[in-house]
C-alpha cells in the first residue's frame, strides 16, 4: 500500500495542503492520526522553516520540486519505522540540542528526569564537584550536567568511539565543556581522578523483554547499548558499584537509572558491595527508575 503512494506521486500536486492530506494517510498505516500529524509538522519545521501558524496562515503554499523530494525521502524513512530522531539528526533533551544517530540511543525523558536529580543533587555540595557519566552515548547526560552545575568538572567514557564522536559533537554544539575517554567499564578502567557524582544509565532491557518492543527502537537503536543477558542483567551495576568502591570521593553518590522490574535488586547489590545508604526512587510515571547509593 504504502509502494503505492510513493509510485504515483509525480501525478501530485506541489501544494502542502494536499501532501499533507496524503503523507499522513500513509503514516496512519504505522501510527495514530494525532502521531502521524505531529511527525509530519515536525519535519516540515525542520526541512523548510514551516511552523503551523505559517500553514494556517497559508494552506495553499507549494513547495519546489527538489523540496518535495526531501520531504518524500523522509516519509520514506518514517514509513519504514525509522525514528524520527534520526530521521532529522537531533533531538532536545533538557532544554538543549543534541546530534542523534544510529550510534548512541535516543534520550529519554526519564534520563532528563534523572539529570534533574542529580543536578539537584550536585548544588547542594561545596566547591567544584567532580562528575562522571559511564556509557554516555550522545554525550546527553555529561553535556547537560556540565550546563547544569556551575564550576563541575564532569568525565564522560564510553566504549564506543562512534559513540564518543557524537558526544565531543553536541559537548561543542552546546558549549559545554566534558572530557571524554574511550573505555570499557567491563574491564575496570583505572581513572586517575575521584568522584563527587558518578552517574550512569548503562544497558539494562533484558533479551527477553525485546519481544514487547517497537520496531523503530529494535531495527535502529544500537541493540549493544540497549539489552543484557537474562543470566546477568545487573552485569554493568555490578562493575559500576566496583569500580565506585575506589573511584567515589568520600560521601560521594552513584546515580542509577535502571529497569524497572530490577529497581530492588540493584538496591541491594549496591548494599552487598559497601554501599549501605542504597535506595530505589520512583519515576514520574510511578515506576520505579532509579537508584541511589552511597557509603
Known amino acids: 500500500m504504502i509502494f503505492s503512494y510513493f509510485c504515483r506521486m509525480e501525478t501530485l500536486s506541489n501544494s502542502v495542503k494536499e501532501l499533507r492530506h496524503r503523507y499522513i494517510e500513509m503514516l496512519c498505516e504505522?501510527?495514530?492520526?494525532e502521531e502521524a500529524n505531529a511527525l509530519l509538522m515536525i519535519l516540515l519545521e525542520h526541512h523548510f522553516g514551516?511552523?503551523?501558524?505559517?500553514?494556517?496562515l497559508n494552506p495553499d503554499m507549494l513547495l519546489s520540486d527538489t523540496e518535495c523530494l526531501t520531504l518524500q525521502s523522509s516519509i520514506r524513512?518514517?514509513?519504514?519505522?525509522?525514528?524520527?530522531?534520526?530521521?532529522?539528526?537531533?533531538?532536545?533533551?533538557?532544554?538543549?540540542?543534541?546530534e542523534v544517530d544510529?550510534?548512541?540511543?535516543?534520550?529519554?525523558?526519564?534520563?532528563e528526569e534523572l539529570v534533574t536529580i542529580v543536578s539537584s543533587q550536585a548544588k547542594t555540595l561545596a566547591g567544584a564537584v567532580d562528575v562522571l557519566d559511564i556509557g554516555t552515548g550522545s554525550g546527553c547526560i555529561a553535556v547537560s550536567l556540565a550546563r547544569l552545575i556551575e564550576g563541575c568538572r564532569v568525565t564522560a567514557i564510553d566504549i564506543s568511539g562512534n559513540a564518543l564522536d557524537v558526544a565531543r559533537r553536541n559537548a561543542a554544539r552546546n558549549?559545554?565543556?566534558?572530557?571524554?575517554?574511550?573505555?570499557?567499564?567491563?574491564?575496570?578502567?583505572?581513572?586517575?581522578r575521584r568522584f563527587d557524582i558518578i552517574v550512569s544509565n548503562p544497558p539494562y532491557v533484558c533479551?527477553?523483554?525485546?519481544?514487547?518492543?517497537?520496531?523503530?527502537?529494535?531495527?535502529?537503536?544500537?541493540?549493544?547499548?540497549?539489552?543484557?543477558?537474562?543470566?546477568?542483567?545487573?552485569v554493568f551495576y555490578r562493575h559500576i558499584i566496583d569500580f565506585a568502591r575506589t573511584h567515589l570521593k568520600p560521601h560521594g553518590t552513584v546515580w542509577f537509572e535502571v529497569n524497572e522490574h530490577l529497581g530492588a535488586e540493584t538496591?541491594?547489590?549496591?548494599?552487598?558491595?559497601?554501599?549501605?545508604?542504597?535506595?530505589?526512587?520512583?519515576d514520574l510515571f510511578g515506576k520505579d527508575r532509579y537508584v541511589k547509593a552511597a557509603r
Open 30 to 33: 504505522i501510527y495514530d492520526k
Open 50 to 56: 514551516i511552523s503551523r501558524v505559517a500553514l494556517a
Open 77 to 98: 524513512q518514517l514509513t519504514a519505522s525509522r525514528p524520527i530522531q534520526y530521521v532529522i539528526g537531533k533531538t532536545e533533551f533538557c532544554g538543549l540540542e543534541f
Open 102 to 111: 544510529e550510534n548512541v540511543l535516543i534520550p529519554r525523558p526519564e534520563t
Open 175 to 192: 558549549g559545554a565543556s566534558v572530557n571524554f575517554i574511550n573505555a570499557d567499564i567491563l574491564s575496570d578502567p583505572a581513572l586517575p
Open 207 to 234: 533479551e527477553s523483554e525485546r519481544r514487547d518492543m517497537r520496531a523503530n527502537v529494535l531495527d535502529f537503536e544500537p541493540p549493544t547499548a540497549l539489552f543484557v543477558s537474562d543470566d546477568d542483567p545487573l
Open 267 to 282: 538496591a541491594e547489590l549496591c548494599r552487598r558491595h559497601g554501599f549501605g545508604d542504597s535506595a530505589v526512587m520512583k
